[in-house]
């Protein structure tokens, strides 16, 4: 069949196998240019939600930068020959088999993260993988990259949902169709206790806190083990919708959860073992084209993080967190070493919250209207961001031509 881009209301419903095999294969490829294995880099590493986004770029960075084996983590829909997969299944498998070619061991499981179940199965994974690789089973880096709208508690089967609303009162900004370049003021009512409730059960820290008890129940924590949460702080403009609304407050649980591991990890008396929350740029995911003022806010930072030679993808970010953060010679040796704000968290999105950088953004989105949105925003670039992540609008992808969804090339 010939696969066009499906997509309705800023939701793309479709992918496509080639499109997003090159694309995994070019994070590849920048990952092995750009870091290489060195003392205290991880060996062996676990990434919960490893299919799309910074999760993927995690694990691809880990395996091909650092050549360590991987379990990975996610749920994602298969393919058929009637019926293309979803991005994360292609890019799952597209990392087996190059993975595969390059002699790194990799395992990945498909299934419910937040389940006790698959925590198991991923303790088994852990050390048939080890095994494989010929090294001790011990996780010396856990990635938790969850991103999820729902999660059922495996404690009491109760099933809980995100959502994304400010607390209070209702919130109104500017938003952008990146298809058609229209303006518009979207909004949201505000959360209930409920909802509240319910968002922080979904993205707070109460599953990262659960697999950290579960493998070192296990035993499958190296004496250097490091493990990372991944959060987003943004401009004052979106922190009605995004840090103090819902998801804001289940990204302070986040946080809560990174000082109660660390507190654990200390009580085990093994010094080296640490958690972090890393803050990191804003970027388009298959979500963020749907929330209030973030694509208009993106688009109008794109184009002056270009402009200024700043901007970064998901896999330049997670080489920089490696390379200059977790595993800079510093920090390889003492985890005290890493990088860290005030109040403990690595910052990823220092780039983007530069003084300049903010103060020229916030001056476009004063500037950009519905006549010049194509030259003084990047909303073509947000597009192609947008699509790529489902394998469309990738160069060198014939895209009039038919393929078979359930083919990987």
Known sequence: MVLKPMIR???????????????????????????????????????????????????????????????????????????????????????????????????????????????????????????????PAQIDLLVYSLASPVRTDPRNGVMYKSVIKPIGEAYRGKTLD????????????????EEIAGAIKVMGGEDWELWIEALEKEGLLSPSFRTVAYTYLGPELSWPIYKNGAIGRAKEDLERAARAINSRLARQGVGARRAWVSVNKALVTRASAVIPVIPFYVSCLFKVMKEKGLHEGCIEQIVRLYRDRLYSPEGARDPDAVPVDSEGRIRLDDWEMREDVQQETLARMETVTEENVFTASDIQGFKHDFLEAHGFDVPGVDYDREVDPSVIL
Request: overall charge positive; glycine content about 10%.
């Open 178 to 193: 990146m298809l058609t370049g229209k303006i518009t003021v979207a909004g949201a009512e505000p959360a209930t206790e």
């Open 9 to 135: 209301n800023n939701i793309c419903l479709n992918s496509h196998p080639q499109g997003c095999a090159k694309v995994v294969r070019g994070e590849i490829e920048y990952a092995a240019r750009n870091l290489v294995p060195q003392t205290g880099s991880p060996r062996l590493a676990l990434v919960v939600g490893c299919s799309t986004g910074y999760g993927l770029a995690s694990r691809v960075a880990a395996a091909f930068g650092y050549r360590a084996a991987t379990v990975g983590v996610s749920l994602e829909k298969p393919a058929s020959a009637a019926k293309p997969g979803t991005p994360g299944w292609y890019n799952n498998r597209v990392f087996e088999l190059e993975a595969a070619n390059a002699g790194v061991s990799a395992k990945t499981l498909d299934g419910d993260a937040f389940s006790f179940e698959m925590k198991a199965a991923a303790a088994a994974a852990v050390r048939e993988t080890a095994a494989a690789a010929g090294i």
